[in-house]
């Protein structure tokens, strides 16, 4: 089994940054491709940015490219989400999530965080 806990999250003005991580128990994490995914208010729950396993691919919304960056750490046990240039529409509770090998694109992840909010004010 895998935990999953989040952290970095808070008020940031628009334009600002923040650096979102996500700590993993276990000592198998790098067999798990991550993902970050994100839901506001009155609106679903979307996938944010993936990650492989192996940390050799990624995958971004079309709404966060060039400005989000997905990393991540396996001898850490951590995946990060570096978000610069924050826009009020990326306030959100943005949760880590991963699957056991197998991408979360395409695929509903096995386990997931509890959560943490991003407000970003104008």
């Known amino acids: 089994q895998v935990q999953l806990v989040e952290s970095g999250g808070g008020l940031v003005q628009a334009g600002g940054s923040l650096r979102l991580s996500c700590a993993a128990s276990?000592?198998?994490?790098?067999?798990?491709?991550m993902g970050w995914f994100r839901q506001a208010p009155g609106k679903e729950r979307e996938l944010v940015a993936a990650?492989?396993?192996?940390?050799?691919?990624?995958y971004y919304a079309d709404s966060v490219k060039g400005r989000f960056t997905i990393s991540r750490d396996n001898a850490k046990n951590t995946v990060y989400l570096q978000m610069n240039s924050l826009k009020p529409e990326d306030t959100a509770v943005y949760y880590c999530?991963?699957?056991?090998?197998?991408?979360?694109?395409?695929?509903?992840?096995?386990?997931w965080g509890q959560g943490t909010q991003v407000t970003v004010s104008s």
């Open positions: 990650i492989s396993w192996s940390g050799s691919s990624t």
């Open positions: 276990g000592r198998t994490f790098s067999n798990y491709a």
């Open positions: 999530a991963a699957r056991y090998f197998r991408t979360v694109v395409t695929g509903t992840p096995d386990y």
